[in-house]
């Protein structure tokens, strides 16, 4: 079967600016800057097996009128990956972001902080670090979790009934080394039961697979031991930025459950945004849905020209104070 063909929307877009970044422990870090030099700027930070590519979607809607920074998280896209098991950590996540945005952010300005899965972990991680701190305006934190990922995953069914098997599966999942190989029929369809909302369109499965399979295997079992442990509630508790949350109620890697928690332990929480149907690759799923909510947030709390959302970013509306549900 001939692979998919990619809409012209999940294809990378150009970047203004290519950087390297180095992290404290020299690991070098591939950066891009899209969008608005000048702009009020907006930081994006991926999950686990995805890269900046990933964030194409969400790019576009945010290039028109931000300046948008985007990097590969340490062994990802074109960042390097580590020589060590032991450099494979949340703290890493943590020194990785404070040097991106000590790099990309001229002294004395903030940004908007955006983070998927992993990414919203390095955020939650972050969120005791003062030279982090000082550079954060506002965070989004997209499909995640703090902690406790095995215990909540929903991906084996339901016929898989005991608790303790099931947990023993859902770690062998996770910390799998076998190799994905080429993007097959077969992957497109475990992917995107696993990882996507089930109207998810051919384009974005196939997308999504392209980049996933583009995770080398050593990196994808090593990050995923330290999902494995997990447990960050502590920075979460010391992230003091506004912070707005947002998940799919199909997502099967992230179930809301860990973003209601978020919303518990955060010191300034900013809402919950439930996007029904939606599994756990929300940004790929419903773009539009997380620039917007990004936008709220960089409208709230950055100097931006204006606070009218684009015409292109029109679909959610609020449901109440706390909690809040998109548009179908």
């Known amino acids: 079967m001939s692979p998919v063909q990619l809409p012209a929307e999940y294809e990378p877009p ?38 900046i590519a990933f964030w194409a979607p969400v790019i576009r809607q945010l290039a028109d009128r931000y300046r948008v920074v985007a990097y590969d998280q340490r062994g990802h896209g074109h960042s390097e990956a580590p020589p060590s098991r032991v450099r494979y950590s949340t703290r890493a996540l943590a020194e990785d972001l404070s040097a991106v945005l000590a790099r990309t952010l001229p002294e004395g300005e903030r940004a908007v902080l955006a983070g998927h899965s992993m990414g919203g972990m390095t955020i939650m991680a972050a969120g005791g670090r003062p030279e982090v701190a000082e550079r954060i305006a506002a965070a989004v934190l997209i499909s995640t979790g703090p902690g406790e990922l095995v215990a909540e995953l929903t991906v084996l069914p339901p016929v898989v009934r005991a608790r303790g098997l099931r947990r023993f599966l859902h770690r062998q999942l996770l910390r799998s080394r076998m190799p994905l190989g080429p993007v097959s029929p077969v992957s497109r369809a475990a992917l995107r039961y696993a990882t996507m909302g089930p109207a998810s369109p051919d384009g974005q499965v196939e997308a999504m697979a392209r980049i996933v399979h583009a995770c080398p295997t050593a990196v994808r079992a090593n990050w995923a031991a330290v999902l494995d442990r997990l447990d960050i509630h502590a920075g979460l508790a010391r992230l003091a930025a506004p912070t707005a949350v947002v998940v799919g109620t199909g997502d099967r890697l992230t179930p809301p459950v860990h973003s209601h928690r978020i919303v518990a332990e955060l010191q300034d929480p900013q809402g919950l945004l439930l996007l029904p149907g939606v599994g756990h690759m929300s940004p790929l799923e419903r773009p539009v849905e997380i620039a917007t909510e990004i936008h709220r947030m960089a409208s709230a709390y950055l100097a931006v020209a204006s606070s009218t959302v684009p015409a292109a970013v029109t679909a959610v509306v609020p449901a109440s104070a706390d909690e809040r549900t998109a548009v179908a």
């Not at 030099?37 to 999950?47: C, D, E, I, Q, R």
């Open 14 to 51: 150009v970047p203004v600016e290519e950087l390297t970044v180095r992290s404290a422990d020299g690991v070098r870090l591939h950066v891009e800057v899209h969008g608005q030099p000048g702009a009020p700027t907006v930081v994006l930070a991926h999950g686990w097996t995805c890269s």
